[in-house]
């Protein structure tokens, strides 16, 4: 008589080359393309602007109308926005400033994407007083 662990273990061993005989591993798929990252230029219109005020992104050197998106991190959130990019590969993305922490500098960080390449840099603003 076989032993009960003995029979489980041939069974699943069995299963196990089943599945990888019958070729229904993704064979024959063609892996994803690597996105290809390349360096854009950002810059502030303000670089110190003033409490409830607007300052803006100005992002350039990107695609034509690639997908731009915007993350300004501030003490305890992070304001992310939106933008296309124009045919000349530039865009301009306002930020109003509110009551945001004076001194405290705000990173912006910039990615565009179009296709398998995106485009990534950085920029900073620190708000001042009213």
Do not use: D
């Not at 080359?17 to 854009?40: D, H, I, Q, W, Y």
């Not at 565009?112 to 990534?120: E, L, P």
Request: with cysteine; glycine share 6%; net charge positive.
């Amino acid at each position: 008589m076989i032993a009960a662990s003995s029979f489980r273990r041939s069974v699943t061993t069995g299963l196990i080359a089943l599945f990888l005989a019958s070729g229904t591993v993704a064979v024959g798929t063609a892996p994803a393309e690597a996105a290809v990252v390349k360096p854009c230029k950002a810059t502030m219109s303000v670089t110190q602007p003033r409490q409830y005020t607007n300052t803006y992104v100005n992002v350039s050197k990107v695609g034509a109308r690639s997908k731009v998106t915007t993350k300004a991190k501030y003490k305890t959130t992070t304001n992310t926005k939106y933008a296309t990019a124009s045919t000349k590969g530039t865009a301009s993305v306002k930020y109003p400033i509110a009551g945001a922490t004076p001194g405290r500098k705000v990173v912006v960080e910039v990615s565009a994407k179009q296709g398998n390449t995106i485009w990534k840099c950085t920029t900073s603003f620190t708000p001042k007083k009213r």
